[in-house]
């Protein structure tokens, strides 16, 4: 098999040949194609490769289609591990046509291995090419596809992507342990995020399925999968941890799982997958705060101190063994949408300090106390509602605390009145602004509490 030429290979430098006729419909050009396609194949996060990539100087590259669309997620679809790879070649290609518009994209190269930055690459891209036998192809596509197009016709043109990305990531190589990854929402993006900058990169991801969402109820994929697909992590979004999906996770072969805010609860048999265990970051100093929601509840309850747990998952929800904790003060007047980025780096940091020891067995877990175990249950949109004749306090608690979920909100007249910003001076509780039922965002002049 034809190796993937790294970074320091002049093959990389020079501006490529264009194939000639009589190679149209050749076995020697077919010979290429399929050199390309099993160069390609060995790497799972790989989505597309140029001729020169294995050293050959020719206008060419193959997009390994499958792995460009989302996988699949119902039950009864295929395993995203049975799909069978779907080749697409360009030959001789050139871009015909950009849109005005670019926007900045994470990217990565096979040629620049263990190497990720930002690029900045036209939101829409027309080329036209031709076909391995000779005839010819017009095609205009937008995201991902438009991102290969422009990386690969670079490569063609003696350009790598690190000559005009930025924020780059040096991801390490030759890792013993590898790990799946659990998570849905923002805060599990983001943990993913921190993770990868500190060189942990995951072997497969595993969300929810895409949602419908918004006004007109686009089908969406979760803030975790959107991140994982511009690394060329795969992903899996499994509508039930059942015994077929609990093979297949087994199938990547990882050591041990990290779960962020996945929301399903994992079977015995899941967890029992890794050898070394599912870690998860609990936003509290377990055992206070077991459940859904423990950084609301810290801010209802008015705590001065909060912090994370890195615990060792079992099947009793938040009662593993502590591997690492980190306390850290709430910040006078602080709400949820300041506190939760603070938590999650601070839990993402942990998590990455604590791998090490653990993976080595330099780490002995603490059991956590249940005698002193308190818990946080789910919120409800009704949480939200306050009644402007209870105290102060707790009304101004119960705002910090679902500022950037649920969101508070009383009656007035009759009418819903949600609450946009609020303060808390002198023992009183201040509302500032509100969108009274079906109206616009306005000033708030009437009661105080």
């Known amino acids: 098999m034809k190796e993937i030429v790294q970074d320091g290979a002049p093959v990389l430098r020079e501006i490529a040949k264009p194939v000639p006729e009589n190679l149209f419909g050749s076995p020697e050009l077919k010979h290429l194609v399929h050199d390309m396609s099993e160069a390609l194949d060995a790497f799972p996060e790989g989505v597309a490769l140029a001729a020169p990539q294995i050293g050959i100087s020719y206008r060419l590259f193959v997009v390994r289609k499958d792995r460009t669309l989302p996988p699949p997620s119902a039950p009864e679809s295929k395993s995203s591990l049975e799909i069978a790879p779907e080749v697409e070649v360009y030959i001789n290609p050139e871009i015909v046509k950009t849109s005005r518009k670019r926007t900045k994209v994470d990217e990565g190269c096979l040629s620049v291995h263990g190497v990720y930055g930002t690029a900045k690459r036209h939101e829409r891209v027309t080329i036209k090419a031709r076909r391995p036998d000779g005839s010819h ?226 780490l002995e877990p603490l059991p956590q106390d249940a005698s002193h175990a308190t818990h946080a249950y789910k919120i409800k949109k009704e949480d939200g509602l306050l009644s402007l004749g209870a105290p102060a306090e707790e009304n101004w608690n119960k705002y910090r605390a679902y500022a950037d979920s649920i969101g508070t909100y009383f009656f007035e007249k009759g009418k819903r009145m949600k609450i946009t910003k609020a303060s808390f001076k002198e023992g009183v509780f201040i509302i500032k602004r509100v969108i009274p039922e079906g109206k616009r965002e306005t000033e708030y002049t009437g009661e105080r509490s």
């Open 137 to 362: 192809l017009s095609r205009g596509a937008g995201g991902l596809m438009a991102q290969i197009f422009e990386h690969e016709i670079d490569h063609l043109n003696g350009i790598l992507f690190t000559d005009h990305a930025e924020n780059f990531i040096h991801l390490p190589s030759g890792s013993s342990h590898t790990f799946a990854y659990f998570g849905t929402p923002k805060v599990a993006s983001d943990t993913l995020s921190l993770l990868l900058e500190r060189g942990f990169v995951p072997a497969v991801v595993i969300t929810s399925p895409d949602a419908l969402k918004g006004r007109g109820l686009v089908l969406t994929p979760s803030e975790t999968k959107t991140l994982a697909l511009a690394y060329n992590i795969p992903v899996l979004s499994p509508e039930k941890l059942d015994t077929k999906m609990i093979t297949e996770i087994r199938a990547f072969g990882c050591d041990y799982a990290v779960c962020v805010a996945y929301g399903k609860i994992f079977p015995e048999a899941l967890i029992d997958a890794f050898p070394k265990g599912v870690l998860n970051v609990h936003y509290s100093l377990l055992p206070k705060y077991r459940g859904a929601t423990p950084l609301e509840t810290a801010l209802l309850f008015g705590d001065a101190e909060t912090g994370v747990t890195v615990q060792k998952m079992v099947k009793e929800l938040d009662a593993g063994d502590i591997l690492a904790q980190e306390a850290v003060k709430i910040a006078e007047g602080e709400t949820a949408r300041e506190l939760r980025p603070r938590l999650i780096e601070l839990g993402a940091n942990l998590l990455a300090d604590v791998l090490p020891a653990l993976l080595s067995g330099n």
